[in-house]
C-alpha cells in the first residue's frame, strides 16, 4: 500500500503563490509517475501537472508558465509551485501516484484565491 500526505493548501490573495507538498510512503516502486490534480463542485477532478521518475512533466494548459512540479526521488516527496494564482485556481488540490497499473490518492489540500 501507498500513503500520500498532502500540505501547504490555504488561502491567498490573486496574484500571490503556494507551494504544495506531497510526501509518499509505503510499497513505492522505483519507476512512478506523481502528480496533481484539481477538483471543484460539480465538475470532474482535472490533471494540474505530472512528473515521471526521469523529470519528464506536463502541465493543463490553464496553468503553463505559472505552475511548477518537482520532485525529490529520495524523500518520495513531488511539490506544486503556483505563482500568479487567479479566483479560477481555487480548487481542492489532489496528490497522485502512479505505478503498474495501480493509482492511488491523497486526501486533498483546499486552496482558495480571493481577495
Known amino acids: 500500500q501507498v500513503q500520500l500526505v498532502e500540505s501547504g493548501g490555504g488561502l491567498v490573495q490573486p496574484g500571490g503563490s503556494l507551494r504544495l507538498s506531497c510526501a509518499a510512503s509505503g510499497s513505492i516502486f522505483s519507476i512512478n509517475t506523481m502528480g496533481w490534480y484539481r477538483q471543484t463542485p460539480g465538475k470532474q477532478r482535472e490533471l494540474v501537472a505530472r512528473?515521471?521518475?526521469?523529470?519528464?512533466?506536463n502541465y493543463a494548459d490553464s496553468v503553463k508558465g505559472r505552475f511548477t512540479i518537482s520532485r525529490d526521488n529520495a524523500k518520495n516527496t513531488v511539490y506544486l509551485q503556483m505563482n500568479s494564482l487567479k479566483p479560477e485556481d481555487t480548487a481542492v488540490y489532489y496528490c497522485?501516484?502512479?505505478?503498474?497499473?495501480?493509482?492511488?490518492w491523497g486526501q486533498g489540500t483546499q486552496v482558495t484565491v480571493s481577495s
Open positions: 512528473i515521471t521518475i526521469g523529470d519528464n512533466t
Open positions: 497522485r501516484l502512479t505505478q503498474r497499473t495501480t493509482a492511488y
